[in-house]
Nanobody, 128 residues
Framework: QVQLVESGGGSVQAGGSLRLSCAAS????????MSWFRQAQGKEREVVAT???????TYASSVKGRFAISKDRAENILSLQMNSLEPEDTAMYYC??????????????????????WGQGTQVTVAS
């Protein structure tokens, strides 16, 4: 069973930065996709950024150019660097992993249903 533990959330002023980390148990090669999702109060959970086992990255249009996803295979840590934060970025942020490391190719992994493992979430609050 893979465990994902997020850290790094907090409260910042608009324009500030935060770095989220997700420590994963098990093999660093166990997943095809790893992503950060977020869920704001009263809204549906949405994908923020994804990195594949081939290190291909994709971002939601609302965060492109401001956020950067990365993966440290040696430490088995997924990170999300968030810069130029806006009040609209306020949400609970979740790390997710799909458990499909043996898959050669996936067309997409942008849906919640694509992921088998989830962290408990870390809160990010951006004040205006």
């Amino acid at each position: 069973q893979v465990q994902l533990v997020e850290s790094g959330g907090g409260s910042v002023q608009a324009g500030g930065s935060l770095r989220l980390s997700c420590a994963a148990s098990g093999s660093p090669y166990a997943h095809y996709c790893m992503s950060w999702f977020r869920q704001a109060q009263g809204k549906e959970r949405e994908v923020v950024a994804t990195i594949t086992k081939y290190d291909r990255t994709t971002y939601a249009s609302s965060v492109k150019g401001r956020f950067a996803i990365s993966k440290d295979r040696a430490e088995n840590i997924l990170s999300l660097q968030m810069n130029s934060l806006e009040p609209e970025d306020t949400a609970m942020y979740y790390c997710a992993a799909d458990g499909k490391g043996l898959t050669q190719w996936l067309d997409s992994c942008a849906q919640e249903s694509d992921y088998k493992y989830w962290g408990q979430g870390t809160q990010v609050t951006v004040a205006s």
